[in-house]
Every structure is written in C-alpha cells, then in structure tokens.
C-alpha cells in the first residue's frame, strides 16, 4: 500500500538547521509532485514548497517566508523527498507533512513536528 514515512524533525534553537525527510513507497515516486506542508497550532495547513517530477531537472516553489532558507530536494532511487531548513525560526514551528500529488490522486504522510525555540 502506499505510504509516506516522514522523518528528522525535532527540537531546535533559532538558526539552527533540520533536514526532513519523507521515504514513500506503493507508487512510482519518480512520477509524483513532492511537496512539503506545514500546519502551525491553530492554523491553516499551508504549503511550504514542491518539487517537480523528472529525472534530472527539477522545478521548484517556495513560500515566501522559507525563500532562501529552505531547500526541498528528491531522490528518485531512493523514493524520498528531503526538506533541509537553515536558519529557523520560531515561526516555522509546525507540523510538516509531506504530499504525494499526481492528476486526482494525493498522498500524505503523518507529519513530523519542527519546534524553534530558545
């Protein structure tokens, strides 16, 4: 069956760094947009950034708020999309999910929590 195994989140201090990972499996990853969501305690779940398909170039999207700062990349041999995140802030505490998407079909992983905080 399909599953998305998000993982590498935790606690953090401001501008210290975190690299999430999310291994999927039951589809053939290389053919799915990848992207990262995140959802904050009392708010909208929001997209944080996505990654085209592809085999050797890739097209990306960041939120505002993460641009230069985040950084979402895949590896198709390995079925997993990386989300490396430098210099955090408090704001970035959330809940990051990662999203498999292809035509009517939509996967999501349990999420993995991200905390900032001094």
């Known amino acids: 069956q399909v599953q998305l195994v998000e993982s590498g989140g935790g606690l953090v201090q401001p501008d210290e760094s975190l690299r999430l990972s999310c291994a999927a499996s039951?589809?053939?990853?290389?053919?799915?947009?990848m992207m990262w969501y995140r959802q904050a305690p009392g708010a909208e779940r929001e997209l944080v950034a996505h990654i085209s398909t592809g085999s050797s170039t890739y097209y990306t999207y960041y939120t505002d708020s993460v641009k230069g700062r985040f950084t979402i990349s895949r590896d198709n041999a390995k079925n997993t999309v990386y989300l490396q995140m430098n210099s955090l802030q408090p704001e970035d505490t959330a809940v990051y999910y990662c999203n498999a998407r292809k035509s009517t079909e939509s996967y999501w992983g349990q999420g993995t929590q991200v905390t900032v905080s001094s």
């Open positions: 039951g589809f053939t990853f290389s053919n799915y947009l």
